[in-house]
């Protein structure tokens, strides 16, 4: 419940700058779900969030945990920790923990902010998951939300969604290093070409 309130509102906020969502149809409406996005500012995850109906539960850096109020309220809005520094099993079974569950789990495959204009490179954690939890991938490009709110948001601001990915790897479980590094790059190469679409990038 406090999820879809806190989301509400914050879709009224971001409707109010401007936010436009393209290809809201390509997110099932029910089922397990892996979402991977660009990540250029701290607000794409509250972007996302907001311009899908569904609830995403997030991986979020261990760091956002800290405070007893900051992980209470991230737990409340179905994040849960991750430590970048290396591999977290422990982060990696709460995930897929999530599709079992037959939820939307939202991940930022590059690991970490990046800066506009830099190319997107997901790494090996995102395709993992992927093919354990036998789930489709979502790609999706945040346009618009490096600048602080609301200086800036005057402009365009968008959520794209594309086509869901459901390759053989993922259908049949099958984990090579090969097929890690090509699903990989498919993700990479999709996340890139909606941004590069939509922000009039050629």
Known sequence: MFYKIIRFFVWILFLILG?????????????????????????????????????????????LFKYTWSAKFLKTMNAFPVNRGGVDRQAMRDAQKVLEREMILGIFPEGTRTNVGEPVKAKKGAAMLAIHGNSPIVPIACIGARSILPVGWFRKLMVVIGEPIYNEDIKQGRVTSDGLKNLSNVLSTNIQELYDKEAGIK
């Open 19 to 63: 936010l436009k969502v393209k290809g809201s149809h390509h997110i099932p409406p029910q089922g397990r779900v892996l979402i991977v996005a660009n990540h250029n500012s701290n607000w794409d995850p509250i972007l996302i969030a907001a311009a899908i109906r569904r609830p995403i539960c997030y991986m979020a850096k261990s760091s």
